[in-house]
């Protein structure tokens, strides 16, 4: 809930504690090579007009940068949630305050919820190798989900195989799980998560999906349908190297790692790299920005690798692609405010499908096109398929809305993707339901 100036919530230690967890929280992080945290909050403001918005907007731009857009400004209606770091709090909100700029505290310290979630993971990973299983309700590495790929490929070899469609700026192999009962270029559902590295909850909700495939192939009739006429192509780390990135050095990284002569900052913001609107309002041609669209279309390996799977299959029917966070299940345009062909068909889809999720566990999400939901964004995933032939093209942003942002504890992977997975599994009949 937004309040008064410096109003506060979310979770946080007390101040008797706040010493002894500051040397506790910095000697972990630096033991183990990590950027550290301590003390950075993140802010929820709401801007009155387009004025308070501009302001906003000129953070990001300051040098050195102050603040880390979560929820970037779009427009007065829709919160905005800033990383403040600890060095740079009393300047932002003397800024925010000069210009009497209302903001929240969302999250009082972000380190307090990193060193939950690194030792949530520690635990996990001895309760895993003592059991020889792999938890679900776990965060895990890029090495631990490959793995786990050639296990769960391994184990369940007559519905399942792995293909690898690329490789990554530093080389890493990019891989795509393909679910088929038989044949060949049949009519095919496209699903990719993680292709922002921090939104740890979307790779999760991947491998998650994947075993509830297998399990209910057979069981569950829709499902079962769906796969006896269509593949479905499942890529879990649509960004090897971001999120390898967030495990070892920086876990609020964005972007991918590529790297260009004369550039000190280094990545691209893989969903502003698409060919459909690139260029356009929402992305950035500062390097430095998180949403630097890169040199040209199709620059990124990673974007390029699933541009050219797609096209040369020629039968993907519909995409889908996962973020987070802030509930909303959001169809074409991003790039502008033109209603696509069957506006009205995608709206009715998306609404029974959050209809879906939310009879899960309760969860409600908003729906409608990118640009009047969210805010408008040029270059990205589903405005490329969309523009391609691709006429169910949805975007996911999961759990939460703020209150963890990017850092959603683990014990709500489950519940999200099982919520998740309704609405999936929706999108997915009606599209089998309606061949074009």
Known sequence: MLGTLGGGLGPGPSPMDRRMFLLCSFSLAAALGQMNFTGDQVLRVLAKNEKQLALLRDLEDMKPQKVDFWRGPARPSLPIDMRVPFSKLKDV????????????IMIKDVQVLLDEEREAMVKSRRLERSANSFSYSSYHTLEEIYSWID????EHADIVSKIQIGHSFENRSILVLKFSTGGSQRQAIWIDTGIHSREWITHATGIWTA????????????LTNILNAMDIFLEIVSNPDGFAFTHSMNRLWRKNKSSRPGILCIGVDLNRNWRSGFGGNGSNDNPCSETYRGPYPHSEPEVAAIVNFITAHGNIKAVISIHSYSQILMYPYGQSLEPVSNHEELHNLAKRAVQALYE???????Y???????????????????????KYSFSFELRDTGNYGFLLPAAQIIPTAQETWMAIRTIMKHTLNHPY
Do not use: C, M, P, Q
């Open 368 to 390: 409608g096109s990118i640009s009047t939901t969210l805010y408008v964004a040029s270059g990205i995933t589903v405005d490329w398929a969309y523009d391609n032939g691709i």
């Open 151 to 154: 296990s769960f490929v391994t």
């Open 211 to 222: 075993k509830e495939i297998v399990s209910e192939y057979g069981k569950d009739r829709i």
């Open 360 to 366: 899960v566990h309760g969860i409600k999400y908003i």
């Open 93 to 104: 909100k003397s800024y925010l305050k000069s210009h009497s700029i209302a903001y929240s």
